[in-house]
């Protein structure tokens, strides 16, 4: 770009105007710089502007990918979500796929039961899955795990206890299936 392009036509008449000095360290009229201030003034080379560009670049990448990745998350619900029914759905009964499920927030199947198998599904899909097995007798729900839903093989009337500092759900059907 052309340098006449760049100076407004006020600034080059304040320049034009301003009392030419032999004097280096002579001040500059207010607001302008002297030639000598502005070639000392250091600008980044276009190697260090070209770094700064690509990390901005990457940033912005990263940035985009984790905004999609929290969207999606979002419209697809958290399995956190799952456990905010409780309390509401304590000790409540539900139907899912014909099968009658008592429900408890912080207790679960007891200890000990067999286990026929764990997936990464939510709450809903988990009864689902469970009630369309006929070797499913219920399911703990742990929404902080990486596969929530546990299903187990064994009926067992007993409910147990969570645990500390674990959040769950325990879907017991009301008879063995």
């Known amino acids: 770009m052309k340098f006449s392009t760049l100076v407004s036509p006020i600034l080059l008449g304040a320049l034009a105007s301003a009392a030419p000095s032999t004097d280096s360290s002579a001040a500059a ?3 302008l710089e002297t030639a000598n201030q502005l070639i000392s003034r250091q600008s980044p080379t276009n190697a260090t502007c070209a770094a700064e560009v690509q990390a901005l670049d990457t940033c912005q990448q990263n940035l985009s990918t984790q905004l ?3 969207q999606a998350e979002q419209a697809a ?3 956190f979500e799952d456990y905010a029914r409780c309390p509401a759905v304590n000790d409540q009964t539900r139907n899912v796929g014909g099968v009658t499920y008592r429900q408890r927030c912080n207790q679960g199947i007891a200890q000990g039961t067999t286990i026929l198998g764990s997936q990464d599904l939510r709450y809903d ?3 689902q899955a ?3 097995n ?4 219920g399911v703990n729900y742990w929404p902080n795990n990486a596969r929530p839903c546990l299903m187990f093989s064994q009926y067992n009337p007993n409910w147990g206890s969570r645990g500390n500092n674990y959040i769950l759900i325990g ?3 009301t008879r063995r299936r």
């Open 29 to 31: 009229p207010a607001g």
């Open 68 to 70: 999609s990745e929290c």
């Open 77 to 79: 619900g958290s399995p």
């Open 125 to 127: 899909a988990c009864l």
């Open 130 to 132: 469970c009630s369309a």
């Open 134 to 137: 006929p070797s499913c007798q």
């Open 171 to 173: 879907a017991l059907p």
